[in-house]
């Protein structure tokens, strides 16, 4: 059972357009991460948001933690080709001998010219 | 970008041999995971350390083992490999408690027939 549901799992949009990828869950996280990765490489950190509601942005991209730490969101604007990847969320687990996080299933996206 | 480094990239064997995967950090970072990607499950963790000889179980740990002798490296073992191992396994180290900054290797192809 995944802790983390993400939606969609495939986009496929031209450049220019605006997207929304979304990361569900019914379990509080004190944190969650937004990860992209590219063909043939391991997952990039984007960022963290850690607040109830908080809103970060990265250039043309919007992340928001939702008010409850259930669900997080990823927005882009005028998307590009560049934009092209796997998006993934993850979250951390508490455990008593290390950190470890869960990650969602991924979306995938495609932007082109 | 974090010095890790995944060996081999690519290996092809057959079921019921053994197959070691190494991963190697220049980044003296406390904890080490490995994980298995696959179509429409994201990223599981097999197995995390949280220093030298000390690792535990992820979710995905059946048919696995691993060790850690040194800082540096992380071993995962297939004992005795099977097709449903046919995956591309990551590597990741992290320096903190906080589990989210996690930073990732390059991945391992690995193709059991």
């Known amino acids: 059972t995944q802790l983390l549901e993400q939606s969609p799992q495939f986009l496929s949009i031209q450049e220019g357009e605006n997207l929304t990828v979304y990361c569900n869950s019914s379990?509080?996280?004190?944190?969650l991460q937004w990860y992209r990765q590219e063909p043939g490489e391991g997952p990039v950190l984007l960022v963290t948001?850690?607040?109830?509601?908080e809103v970060k942005k990265l250039k043309r991209l919007t992340f928001q933690f939702g008010d409850a730490r259930k669900d997080s969101s990823l927005h882009i604007t005028a998307a590009q080709p560049g934009d092209t990847g796997l998006y993934l969320c993850?979250?951390?687990?508490?455990?008593?001998?290390?950190?470890?996080?869960?990650f969602g299933t991924g979306t995938r996206l495609q932007v082109t010219l | 970008d974090a010095g890790i480094t995944q060996s081999p990239r690519h290996k092809v064997t057959e079921t019921g041999t053994p197959v070691t995967l190494r991963c190697h950090q220049t980044?003296?970072?406390?904890?080490m995971y490995w994980y298995r990607q696959d179509p429409g499950h994201g990223l599981r963790l097999i197995h995390y350390?949280?220093?030298?000889?000390?690792?535990d179980k992820g979710e995905v740990s059946d048919g696995y083992s691993v060790s850690r002798s040194k800082t540096e490296d992380f071993l995962l073992t297939l004992e005795s490999a099977t097709s449903s191992q046919t995956s591309v396994y990551f590597c990741?180290?992290?320096?903190?408690?906080?589990?989210?900054?996690?930073?990732f290797g390059p991945g391992t192809r690995l193709t059991v027939l």
């Open positions: 990741a180290i992290s320096e903190s408690t906080d589990p989210g900054r996690q930073f």
């Open positions: 379990s509080v996280f004190s944190s």
């Open positions: 948001v850690v607040t109830g509601g």
């Open positions: 993850a979250g951390p687990l508490t455990t008593g001998t290390a950190s470890k996080l869960t």
């Open positions: 980044e003296n970072h406390r904890y």
């Open positions: 350390s949280y220093g030298v000889k000390d690792t």
